[in-house]
C-alpha cells in the first residue's frame, strides 16, 4: 500500500513557476513508476510527464515539454514537478500517481497507475 500526498499547488501569474511535490509512504517507494496528471474542470485527466523508478527516464506531454520537469528524491520518498512559464491553460487539478508494474510505452495511460494522491490546486491567472 502506498500513500501518496501533494503539495505545492497555488495561485500564479502566467509566465510564473511552481514546484509541486508528492509524498509517499512506504518503503517500496523506489520500485514505482510514478506519474502526474492534471484535470481541468470540464475536461477529462490527462497525463502531464512521468518518472521511471530510477529516475533515469522521463517523459512529458507536448503541451509541458521544455516548461516542465519531474524528477524524484528515492531518499525522501518524494517525486516533483517544476514548471516553469506557467500558462492559463495550465490551470488544474494536479494528481499524482504510482504504478507497481509500469511500461513505458503507457505512461499517459492512467490506468497503469495503482495508487493516487488527492489532488493540488494550480491556478494560472493571465
Known amino acids: 500500500q502506498v500513500q501518496l500526498v501533494e503539495s505545492g499547488g497555488g495561485l500564479v501569474q502566467a509566465g510564473g513557476s511552481l514546484r509541486l511535490s508528492c509524498a509517499a509512504s512506504?518503503?517500496?517507494?523506489?520500485?514505482?513508476?510514478m506519474g502526474w496528471f492534471r484535470q481541468a474542470p470540464g475536461k477529462a485527466r490527462e497525463s502531464v510527464a512521468a518518472?521511471?523508478?530510477?529516475?533515469?527516464?522521463?517523459y512529458y506531454a507536448d503541451s509541458v515539454k521544455g516548461r516542465f520537469t519531474i524528477f524524484r528524491d528515492n531518499a525522501k520518498n518524494t517525486v516533483y514537478l517544476q514548471m516553469n512559464n506557467l500558462k492559463p491553460e495550465d490551470t488544474a487539478v494536479y494528481y499524482c500517481?504510482?504504478?507497481?508494474?509500469?511500461?513505458?510505452?503507457?505512461?499517459?495511460?492512467?490506468?497503469?497507475?495503482?495508487?493516487w494522491g488527492q489532488g493540488t490546486q494550480v491556478t494560472v491567472s493571465s
Open positions: 500517481a504510482a504504478a507497481a508494474v509500469w511500461y513505458t510505452s503507457n505512461w499517459r495511460d492512467s490506468r497503469e497507475y495503482d495508487y
Open positions: 518518472i521511471s523508478w530510477s529516475g533515469g527516464s522521463t
Open positions: 512506504g518503503r517500496t517507494f523506489r520500485t514505482y513508476g
